[in-house]
Nanobody, 122 residues
Framework: QVQLVESGGGLVQAGGSLRLSCAASTRTFTNNAMAWFRQAPGKEREFVAA????????YYADSVKGRFTISRDNAKNTVYLQMNSLKPEDTAVYYC???????????????WGQGTQVTVSS
């Protein structure tokens, strides 16, 4: 079992920045990929970004490419999401997930955090 805890959400104005953190209780051989998803009110949960615990490749949704950066600190079992140039449409609950591959499909991830609220005002 892997427990994931997100933190760092809050209220910011459009154009501002925020950094989210996801602390994992452990890293496993079968859950080598970490990802961020988000879900706005009345909408489906959507992929934001992904990274592996090993290697430097990162993956982003087109809607956040160039504004968001995913990174990791293996010594702390922590994954980060740096969000810059925030827009009101970025408002959502952001979830951290662990799975086998860094893909955009929700059902490929085995573990999920409780989520952290990000609200961007205009």
């Amino acid at each position: 079992q892997v427990q994931l805890v997100e933190s760092g959400g809050g209220l910011v104005q459009a154009g501002g920045s925020l950094r989210l953190s996801c602390a994992a209780s452990t890293r496993t051989f079968t859950n080598n990929a970490m990802a961020w998803f988000r879900q706005a009110p009345g909408k489906e949960r959507e992929f934001v970004a992904a990274i592996r615990w090993s290697g430097d490749m990162t993956y982003y949704a087109d809607s956040v490419k160039g504004r968001f950066t995913i990174s990791r600190d293996n010594a702390k079992n922590t994954v980060y999401l740096q969000m810059n140039s925030l827009k009101p449409e970025d408002t959502a609950v952001y979830y951290c997930a662990a799975g086998r591959r860094p893909v955009r499909w929700i059902n490929e991830y085995d573990y999920w955090g409780q989520g952290t609220q990000v609200t961007v005002s205009s």
